[in-house]
T-cell receptor, first 115, second 113 residues
Framework: KAGVTQTPRYLIKTRGQQVTLSCSPI?????VSWYQQTPGQGLQFLFE???????NKGNFPGRFSGRQFSNSRSEMNVSTLELGDSALYLC??????????????FGAGSRLTVL | AQTVTQSQPEMSVQEAETVTLSCTYD???????LFWYKQPPSRQMILVIR????KQQNATENRFSVNFQKAAKSFSLKISDSQLGDAAMYFC??????????WGAGTKLIIKP
């Protein structure tokens, strides 16, 4: 069973540019969540998509956006990049286990560096 | 807002020994899940163990077990027979009423050979 796939793994951008990150969830998982991880702030929740609808949203500016496609693949976009956007962006898909727990499975992450 | 406190930023343990990572949290919920995730240097976040708050029995997963004290809102992780591959950042993660995970700051676990 394939895991959660994130692309690209590493990328370098300059301030003012925009970036799009992609996430393919585990087959059958309909929920995809995005997190930003930085050394100073830890893991910060960006948003969650379920069946192409944003179900939850964290406290990030509107420069951060996302979407989910009918095949559950998700993309997140960051416009007008700032130096502080340099981070590891983690995607996680989730599905219910047999006992009803909603367990996240994470991808390897996309490391974004903004110069 | 719900909060999670992992009071030990870093811990070290000798290989084959036992170590306990502490976690306290604040929630008004009565029924919820709690998780421990680990993030090795490879950066892939991995689920270690989960606990349902309505269950009195502490969860166990091979060498990993938890001590869940619901009234005290404490959720510690015990790792027995520590192995070099256990070296990672460990995150205590309760789930709130909206099924959102609340992440602690993490504890860095170092295994001494």
């Amino acid at each position: 069973k394939a895991g959660v796939t994130q692309t690209p793994r590493y990328l370098i951008k300059t301030r003012g540019q925009q970036v799009t990150l992609s996430c393919s969830p585990i087959s059958g998982h309909r929920s995809v969540s995005w997190y930003q991880q930085t050394p100073g702030q830890g893991l910060q929740f960006l948003f969650e998509y379920f069946s192409e609808t944003q179900r939850n949203k964290g406290n990030f500016p509107g420069r951060f956006s996302g979407r989910q496609f009918s095949n559950s693949r998700s993309e997140m976009n960051v416009s007008t990049l700032e130096l502080g956007d340099s981070a590891l962006y983690l995607c996680a898909s989730s599905g219910l286990t047999g006992d009803g727990a909603n367990v996240l499975t994470f991808g390897a992450g996309s490391r974004l560096t903004v110069l | 807002a719900q909060t999670v406190t992992q009071s030990q930023p870093e811990m070290s343990v000798q290989e084959a020994e036992t170590v306990t990572l502490s976690c306290t949290y604040d929630t008004s919920e009565s029924d919820y899940y709690l998780f421990w995730y680990k993030q090795p240097p490879s950066r892939q976040m991995i689920l270690v163990i989960r606990q349902e708050a309505y269950k009195q029995q502490n969860a166990t997963e091979n060498r990993f077990s938890v001590n869940f004290q619901k009234a005290a809102k404490s959720f510690s992780l015990k790792i027995s027979d520590s192995q070099l591959g256990d070296a990672a950042m460990y995150f205590c993660v309760p789930m709130d009423s909206n099924y959102q995970l609340i992440w602690g700051a993490g504890t860095k676990l170092i295994i001494k050979p």
